[in-house]
């Protein structure tokens, strides 16, 4: 006996879906199953998953030489996405199903040991890459295929098991998609917690922080606070996504695609709409943060919060090299992962918010409590945040303390999330409307020469930004991020452009409280 097929499948490296195609050749000889096309372990071990769903299914095992070979074959293949593929090249090499029809599928899934299908990871970006392909049809776990069918112009058919699968190829029966209550649990195993987002109008007080928060929603700007502990630094960064816009389409197709190679959640049939929101604990290691690994690129949390918000609370507690990792993406938007085995570049354009307290203590000399630190500690504790990464750090506030008034009667004039959003919409419409000839959408993704060479400061305006660049109290880069401040501070106002008062806003907020700014 002796046959040989072929059919396609997808490999995922980092946010990017490659079609691979599978071949299997089924011959006399020698019994034996190799794999070649540089393929890790677990595609190594698929043989074992096959044969098992095989037997289970009541299929016959090709044999007794069996050989799979995957192309190209410099690119890494990884992980038991390619089971099913590599099942039904083997099918189709021993002539149980038709080698015509699978020839022209993609087709992804991990089998069980009893042939059922195992849902997967990354099946957005296989979507869009199979559909990149020109493919006539696209099979994946029924898990998965709400997920799938999220791209439009491709013809997508879920199957639960391998016998599925063979009964889809032959025609003998209609394609599986009904939905059971065990696949939605699959496919949703957790609740959405930024489906919760709490009311800025529960924050007591902070008018200053209120009015910073505000204006880095609307240009998309980094923002750093600092306080006593329990003073609301938290609270307030936990309100910033509920002031942020939903996602447009291409946005929220990147954000569901990093979030299925990640295996976070992604709602049952729709796009991510909401910017996500990432907190990191203070002992997250640099690989954590950024993602990679030796043998897989994985997923960091920087990518994770891509088009969305990036908050490092107690940030001088994070390790050095975890904070001087953040100053290529923010500068960029990507971070790029170098190994041996691969070379990636991960999406990560979000907004950093840090909240720390003045000191190790807690306590500034002018808080409410003594102080027991020296200068020294002081002075060590802030420069964990180093000069280059604060730099880069748009606005800047020190919160004080509420009083008993602020607490007890503060909410009935604070403004809910609702109402600061809406000012955050607006003064981002304005700024979608200057910028709509260019391929930037917010004040903060302009680069500062396009900034300087489009939308120039008028006369007065500039002199107080060359003043301050002149005093030496700002560099050429904190320059261009006031310039971006003062279009955003426009922009709420309702003005055209930038006036002196709006750079002069936008200065302070950069100068924060001169007890700890960098």
């Not at 099946?123 to 776990?141: F, H």
Request: aromatic share 4%; charged share 20%; hydrophobic share 45%.
């Amino acid at each position: 006996m002796s046959g040989i097929s072929r059919t396609r499948a997808v490999v995922l490296l980092g946010v990017d879906g490659c079609v691979v195609d599978v071949e299997a050749h089924v011959s006399n000889g020698v019994s034996g199953f190799s794999v070649v096309g540089m393929a890790d372990k677990l595609v190594g071990e698929a043989r074992d998953r096959c044969r098992s769903a095989f037997l289970t299914s009541g299929l016959q095992w090709p044999g007794p030489k069996t050989t799979i070979g995957l192309s190209p074959a410099e690119l890494p293949k990884r992980g038991p996405i390619l089971d099913l593929a590599i099942a039904a090249a083997l099918l189709a090499a021993s002539g149980q199903i038709p080698r015509e029809i699978v020839a022209e599928w993609v087709i992804i899934g991990e089998l069980s040991l009893d042939g059922r299908l195992r849902p997967a990871r990354g099946v957005l970006v296989a979507a869009l890459a199979a559909r990149a392909s020109g493919a006539r049809r696209l099979i994946v776990p029924t898990a998965n295929l709400l997920e799938a069918q999220l791209v439009s112009d491709l013809d997508v058919v879920g199957v639960r098991t391998l016998a599925g699968l063979v009964a889809c190829a032959r025609g003998d029966a209609p394609p599986e998609v009904e939905l059971s209550d065990d696949d939605l649990m699959a496919a949703d195993p957790v609740a959405d917690p930024r489906s919760l987002i709490p009311d800025l109008g529960d924050v007591r007080g902070q008018a200053e922080a209120r009015v910073a928060l505000e204006i880095a929603a609307a240009g998309g700007h980094h923002l750093a606070m600092v306080g006593e502990p329990g003073i609301g630094k938290t609270l307030l960064a936990a309100r910033m996504p509920g002031l942020l816009p939903p996602l447009d389409e291409n946005s929220s197709v990147e954000v569901t695609s990093i979030h299925s190679v990640a295996g976070r959640f992604i709602p049952p049939g729709e796009l991510i709409t909401t910017p996500p929101f990432e907190s990191p604990h203070h002992t997250a290691t640099y690989a954590a943060m950024v993602g990679g690994g030796s043998n897989f690129p994985r997923i960091g949390m920087v990518s994770l919060a891509h088009r969305g918000v990036l908050f490092l609370d107690e940030a001088p507690e994070f390790r050095p090299a975890t904070l001087e990792v953040l100053r290529q993406p923010l500068e960029s938007g990507v971070i790029v992962i170098n190994r041996a085995g691969f070379h990636v570049r991960l999406p990560a354009r979000f907004q950093l918010l840090l909240a720390m307290n003045p000191c190790p203590c807690g306590y500034s000399e002018a808080g409410t409590r003594p102080c027991t630190c020296t200068s020294q500690q002081r002075r060590t504790y802030l420069a964990k945040v180093s000069g280059p990464l604060m730099d880069r750090i748009d606005v800047r506030v020190a919160l004080n303390r509420p009083t008993l008034a602020d607490l007890q009667f503060g909410g009935a004039c604070a403004e809910s999330t609702a109402v600061v959003a809406a000012r955050v919409f607006a003064a981002r419409e304005r700024a979608a409307e200057r910028l709509v000839q260019t391929p930037w959408l917010i004040n903060n993704d302009v680069p500062g020469p396009d900034l300087r060479r489009l939308f120039p400061l008028p006369q007065s305006a500039a002199d107080a930004l060359n003043n301050a660049l002149m005093r030496g109290q700002l560099s050429p880069r904190g320059a261009d991020r006031v310039a971006r401040v003062s279009w955003t501070v426009a922009d709420l106002a309702g003005h055209d452009r930038p006036t002196r008062s709006d750079v002069l806003a936008a200065l302070a907020h950069r100068d924060g409280s001169s007890s700890w700014a960098a």
